[in-house]
């Protein structure tokens, strides 16, 4: 890479295939505790994980918070996303409870910034959206 070290290190799709693909590529083989230590000497300067698939790896991911400290996440958001996505696939998760779980533990997106209004801003985006169409309809 030919760099002292990277800004952002992401663990891409980490809920895909479930709790069993997350210990088989992060957890069994210590490279979830080597990116940890890479972080603490200064190499990685930001730890994350992208998240799409089983709720239950972003639920453990979260509740083990306190050990792994994450210092981003990023989840796929659209209006769907919000509350309808399971609608879409059983398999997802609505980004409503996702929001919601990171907002708690204040753990940024992938812009740096807090999420905790997350429920503002989706009320201004979704009164913005009906303002619109009921202005296509007039």
Same mark, same amino acid.
């Given at each position: ?6 800004? @952002? !290190? =992401?663990? &891409? ?5 479930? +709790?069993?693909?997350? &210990?088989?590529?992060? *957890?069994?083989?210590?490279? *979830?505790?080597?990116? +940890? ?6 190499? #990685? ?15 453990? !991911? ?5 050990k792994? %400290? ?6 796929? +958001?659209?209006? *769907?996303?919000?509350?309808h996505? %399971?609608? +879409?696939?059983?398999r ?5 409870? =996702? @929001?919601?779980? =990171?907002?708690?533990? %204040? ?13 503002? =801003?989706? &009320?201004?985006?979704?009164?913005? #959206?009906? !303002? $619109?169409? $009921?202005?296509?309809?007039?």
């Amino acid at each position: 890479l030919q760099t002292d070290y990277i800004d @952002y !290190l =992401l663990l &891409h799709a980490v809920g895909g295939g479930g +709790m069993e693909n997350l &210990h088989q590529r992060y *957890l069994d083989n210590g490279i *979830l505790d080597f990116l +940890m230590e890479e972080r603490e000497a200064g190499r #990685i300067r930001n730890l994350g994980f992208s998240y799409h698939g089983d709720i239950e790896v972003f639920d453990w !991911l979260l509740a083990n918070h306190d050990k792994y %400290k994450w210092d981003f996440v990023q989840i796929q +958001m659209n209006y *769907l996303d919000w509350e309808h996505s %399971k609608d +879409m696939n059983p398999r997802n998760t609505n980004a409503v409870y =996702l @929001y919601d779980e =990171l907002a708690k533990r %204040k753990i940024p997106v992938v812009s740096g910034t807090c999420i905790t209004p997350i429920h503002e =801003l989706y &009320h201004n985006f979704v009164t913005t #959206i009906r !303002l $619109i169409i $009921i202005s296509i309809r007039e």
